[in-house]
């Protein structure tokens, strides 16, 4: 009989520090919460982790690292895009003074301060742009790992306030990412025209803009 009082005993013992455990998990997760009220993916991924900072933490240095992903991605793409370009400039140059060479090759003519020799430095513009913001976004990305990582073991309190503080500093290497996609995408619309068919081009120009606008729409909204 003695045995069995310690037992419940203990048992009732256990069950009061696990109630008391939860009440102290709740309200952390409480307090937690309160302190946020954004609707960027830092503050969704810490408000639904709030109970477990550590799979919050975890979220967002995911998020930065695809971001530098698609920064680094962005950066070889547009040093390709560029290459095509100036290629695409130097020969309209170089055929410029045979006007049946440079009808053979492109399919407007390009010589030297032509509208589309114009263009086309444009577009150069536009991805050397491109290729710098793109640049910024993943050395931004790549602080916000480091300072993921950096207080894992700090205290909650300070995990959230220091997230929350630099967050916007955090994100604006997605919105340079999102302006660095808009700036090659320009710069390819423009590139075509001396690549294809002007038929070709208009289309790939008004297929372009649907989808940008669209991209827009669902960013925002």
Known sequence: STREDEREAAREYNC????????????ATQQVRAQISGRTFHDILLYNHASDIEKGLDGIE?????LMTLGISFSIFQMVLLGLIILTRAQCWVDSGDLA???????????RDSPLDLALEIAIYLCLVGFFMSSCATTMSFIAVEFVNGIRKEDVSFIV????????????????LWLDSHCW??????????WIRPSLA?????????LALFMISTHWY
């Open 16 to 27: 009061t520090v696990q109630v008391q455990q939860q009440q102290r998990t709740q309200s």
């Open 202 to 210: 208009a289309s790939l120009n008004i297929m372009s803009f649907v």
């Open 161 to 176: 306030t220091g997230v929350l503080k630099y967050k916007s500093f955090f994100r604006a290497s997605e919105g340079l």
């Open 62 to 66: 995911r998020l930065h690292r695809l």
């Open 101 to 111: 060479a440079t009808r053979a090759s492109m399919y407007y003519s390009c010589a």
């Open 185 to 194: 995408t320009v710069a390819l619309n423009i590139a075509a025209h001396a």
